[in-house]
């Protein structure tokens, strides 16, 4: 029972987290074609349940491979951290090209395939030559809960604890009769 709770406490930061991570993504207008955004909200994405390994109890907040990338920014090709490969990833800006609402944004209406390749290669290109902003969202939305977090977690723990003593006890108590 008191475990029970480890893990409902967990599952409930795991949405304040959600929450929170999403709030920051619209509030610093990180928005393109929405699915960063939608990579957080638990009712699009299927987040990991909480796990259990013996006494280790692990909670995990996932979201769209690139929102680190936006988070920290990338470097120029050649210095770390850079996951950024333009031969590579070219792709990715292609599509991401094709989607309305980022037509809409950049305001590139009525063009065709080929001027779409074109852009994409011209994005990437730069992104490998100049690197990519840094645009902080991530501590933004994790800190404050993080100070929720500790003590809540701190009293659930103390009630497993509690909880322990008194069932070892218990039964210590039954094996003497």
Known sequence: MAFKKLIDTLEEFQGLYLKAIAKQIKQKDIVAS??????????????????VFGNLYEMKVEMNDYGDEIDQGT???????????????????YLW????????????QGIDDEERKSIAYFVSRSIEKNGKKARP????????????LKPR??????????FSIEEMYRIIE????
């Open 34 to 51: 929405g699915a960063l955004g939608d990579s957080v909200n638990p009712k699009l994405s299927a987040q990991p349940k909480v796990s």
């Open 75 to 93: 470097q120029p090709a050649g210095k770390m951290p850079n996951n950024f490969k333009a031969s590579r990833d070219k792709n990715k800006i």
């Open 97 to 108: 090209l094709t989607y309305p609402n980022v037509i809409d944004r950049l305001k590139i």
């Open 137 to 148: 969202f991530l501590s933004a939305a994790i800190d404050p809960i993080h100070k929720q």
């Open 153 to 162: 977690f701190a009293d659930v723990v103390s009630e497993a604890v509690v």
């Open 174 to 177: 039954e094996n003497k009769k």
